[in-house]
């Protein structure tokens, strides 16, 4: 829902979706809307094909198998109004950079991180006031794997990146395991 919301808020034109094992929710996200679909393996992308096929939308998906990083990395003069990042944690900034990088964001538009956010990992993106060292973020149980150092660390090294990236600016949504709205400011 949160996704179908942002889409209509922002008037999404074209979405960028690196997806990991992507559930339902295809009609919220596209609104009859093309969608670039990045997923690592042919059995979630042929379940995510499925989901748009279901929901009457198979004309505005483009799904294209493999490991994100490489993926994106092939997409050449394509722009996107949004981009939602939901896949592998520990890829999260290479994701951001290859976006930002290769100018795949139209003006005004938004990438939006999942799961950045758990009892591992800060949740202060740029909070206006200082945060005490007692501070505590979100405490949502979710996924034990979310949970590894590996993933707590890529993440909150992500979020700082963001935080501190002058080309960007970002605001933190404490919902879930947090949800970064990531916007282009130069």
């Known amino acids: 829902m949160l996704h179908g919301f942002l889409v209509g ?30 997923e690592l393996g042919e059995n979630f992308a042929q379940a995510a094909r499925q989901n748009f096929v279901d929901a009457g939308l ?10 994100a990083n490489e993926s994106l990395a092939t997409l050449e003069n394509m722009t996107f109004d949004i981009a939602f990042v939901d896949a592998d944690k520990t890829s999260y900034r290479y994701y951001y950079d290859a976006i ?6 139209s ?16 949740t202060y993106l740029g909070a206006p006031t200082p945060v005490t060292e007692d501070a505590k973020p979100i405490d949502i149980r979710h996924r034990a794997w979310m949970h590894s150092p590996e993933i707590s660390v890529a993440l909150h090294e992500f979020n700082e990146y963001v935080r501190h990236d002058s080309c960007t600016e970002a605001v933190m949504l404490p919902l879930f395991t947090g949800i970064p709205l990531i916007r282009r400011i130069a």
């Open 100 to 105: 930002l990088e290769k100018d795949m964001l």
């Open 58 to 67: 198979e004309d505005y998906i483009e799904v294209i198998v493999g490991d």
């Open 9 to 38: 808020l922002t008037g999404a034109k074209r979405i960028l979706e690196i997806a990991q094992r992507r559930q339902g929710g295809v009609d919220e996200i596209t609104g009859h809307k093309p969608v670039v679909f990045l």
């Open 107 to 122: 003006k005004s538009s938004l990438i939006i991180a999942d799961n950045t956010t758990f009892t591992s990992v800060t």
